[in-house]
């Protein structure tokens, strides 16, 4: 059974750097094919795609968020991490990790619950 489950800091001061770590059991982050996406969702807005790291580590990014955004992984512990730096409140959204079918996409094959993110002083 694959799972997915996002954790970090539920709340940011602005421009500080925002870091969510995804921990995925069932499956191997680098089995061939399998892509590791981060999706998010502002409050009244629609499923945004951010990045994408794939399964041989190469990593795939929203051109409108490239320049903050960073993904890695940690094979050893099986997870992905998300840095945002230089947020905003407009940043403020639930945050998903998901594993999608390719980058550039919201779609799924599964998804973690999603954690709230709050960029606040």
């Known amino acids: 059974q694959v799972q997915l489950q996002e954790s970090g800091p539920g709340l940011v001061k602005p421009s500080q750097t925002l870091s969510l770590t995804c921990t995925v059991s069932g499956v191997s982050i680098t089995t061939l094919s399998y892509y590791w996406t981060w999706i998010r969702q502002p409050p009244g807005k629609g499923l945004e795609w951010m990045g994408t790291i794939a399964y041989i580590g190469s990593t795939y990014y929203s051109p409108s968020l490239k320049s903050r955004t960073s993904i890695s992984r940690d094979t050893s512990k099986n997870q992905f991490t998300l840095q945002l730096s230089s947020v905003t409140p407009e940043d403020t959204a639930v945050y998903y990790c998901?594993?999608?079918?390719?980058?550039?996409?919201?779609?799924?094959?599964?998804r973690g619950q999603g954690t709230q993110v709050t960029v606040s002083s």
């Open positions: 998901a594993r999608s079918p390719r980058p550039g996409t919201t779609d799924f094959h599964y």
